[in-house]
C-alpha cells in the first residue's frame, strides 16, 4: 500500500489550504484514514481522523473548528481543509492508514502505512 499526501505549499495566516491523500496498490473503502503533523523540533502529533465511512471524524483541540477531514471512497482520497490557519499550524502532514476497524483511530501506534508528508508553511 503507498499512500500520496499532496497540497501543501506557503500559505498566509488566515487563509485556507487543501490536503489530499490518495492510495494505489488497494482501495480505501474499509480502512479508517487519520492525519498527523510533525513540526520543525516536535514530535508527530494527531491531527484528525475519519472512519472508513466517512460517517464519524475526531479532531485535535487544536485545529477544531478550522479543519475539516473528508473522503471519497470513491476516488480512493482523503481530504483535509484548513482554514483560518495559524502560524503554528506550520509542519509536515502526513496522512496515515490502517486496513480495518469500524472506528476513527487518534494515536499514530494504530495506523499501519504512513504518506511520505506534504509540508504546509503559513506565513504571518
Known amino acids: 500500500v503507498q499512500l500520496q499526501a499532496s497540497g501543501g505549499g506557503l500559505v498566509q495566516a488566515g487563509g485556507s489550504l487543501e490536503l489530499s491523500c490518495a492510495t494505489s496498490?488497494?482501495?480505501?473503502?474499509?480502512?479508517?484514514v487519520g492525519w498527523f503533523r510533525q513540526a520543525p523540533g516536535k514530535e508527530r502529533e494527531f491531527v484528525a481522523a475519519?472512519?472508513?465511512?466517512?460517517?464519524?471524524?475526531s479532531y485535535s483541540d487544536s485545529v477544531k473548528g478550522r479543519f475539516t477531514i473528508s473522503r471519497d471512497n470513491a476516488k480512493n482520497t482523503v481530504y483535509l481543509q484548513m482554514s483560518s490557519v495559524k502560524p503554528e499550524d506550520t509542519a509536515v502532514y502526513f496522512c496515515?492508514?490502517?486496513?480495518?476497524?469500524?472506528?476513527?483511530?487518534?494515536?499514530?501506534?494504530?495506523?499501519?502505512?504512513w504518506g511520505q508528508g506534504t509540508l504546509v508553511t503559513v506565513s504571518s
Open positions: 496515515a492508514l490502517r486496513l480495518s476497524g469500524n472506528y476513527y483511530y487518534t494515536r499514530a501506534i494504530d495506523y499501519e502505512y
Open positions: 496498490g488497494r482501495t480505501f473503502s474499509g480502512c479508517p
Open positions: 475519519i472512519d472508513w465511512r466517512g460517517v464519524s471524524t
